[in-house]
């Protein structure tokens, strides 16, 4: 086994502790891709959860690394490379901010892996992700008003300050976003603010609003924000 490795690293023209720097390297990259990846898919929250985003976060980590280990302080090949990565373009969109932040935090663990920064890629992955935990325990940022949309459809006469009035008993803020009429039918759509008392009494407000004359549809709509987590 010895006499195969030592022939390796004599046909590959590096020294052994370059070889084990290298695959250290790469080794240490995927470990650490695979915990921000989990911890992505543990800490996640709406609907915009991918599983091949799983897998990116696990591969980028050690190709950047690769590419760090290529240019090693090698101007001429470092000017040749980001001539050649400006060829290609990126038309994935990022459909959550938080998404790009795990993107960076990988790109920055290829960046130190490459570089042989293996102490400041394993504190700062401890520091990073404890603070992502806090974070998503605490639920910072969370507001204590949340925004929904109310669609109520209905032929005949029109009685949009009844509807009113019995929205605002229920509602923190209510604005009229748009009104529609045509012949019989007519729509109106109101953005309705709630907080976390009133929020509990959305069944209540549908139903009265139901039970009204010349009420056919009630709808309550709640964003990405709203839902439950």
């Known amino acids: 086994m010895t006499k195969v490795l030592q022939y390796l690293i004599g046909m590959l023209s590096v020294s052994e502790r370059d070889l084990f720097n290298m695959v250290f390297s790469l080794v240490l990259a995927i470990v650490i891709g695979i915990i921000i990846s989990q911890l992505y898919k543990i800490t996640h929250r709406g609907l915009s959860y991918e599983l091949t985003f799983m897998a990116t ?8 690394a690769i590419v760090m280990l290529f240019i090693r302080g090698d101007l001429v090949l470092s000017l040749g490379l980001i001539g050649s ?19 960076f935090w990988i790109i920055a663990v290829g960046l130190g892996c490459g570089t042989y920064n293996w102490i400041v890629v394993i504190v700062s992955t401890i520091v990073i992700t404890i603070l992502i935990f806090v974070i998503h325990t605490i639920r910072y940022g969370q507001t204590y008003n949340i925004d929904y949309v109310l669609v109520i459809a209905g032929t005949g006469a029109q009685k949009t300050s009844e509807i009113t009035e019995a929205v605002e008993k229920y509602a923190k803020d209510i604005k009229v976003r748009s009104k529609e009429i045509e012949g019989e039918y007519w729509e109106i759509i109101f953005e309705i603010r709630f907080n976390k008392d009133s929020l509990k009494k959305t069944d209540s407000i549908i139903d009265e609003l139901r039970a009204k004359e010349n009420i056919t549809k009630v709808s309550l709509l709640a964003p990405q924000t709203a839902l439950p987590v």
């Open 57 to 64: 976060l696990v591969t980028l980590a050690p190709i950047v």
């Open 85 to 103: 990565l400006s060829i290609v373009r990126f038309r994935t969109p990022v459909k959550d901010t938080r998404d790009m932040v795990f993107i």
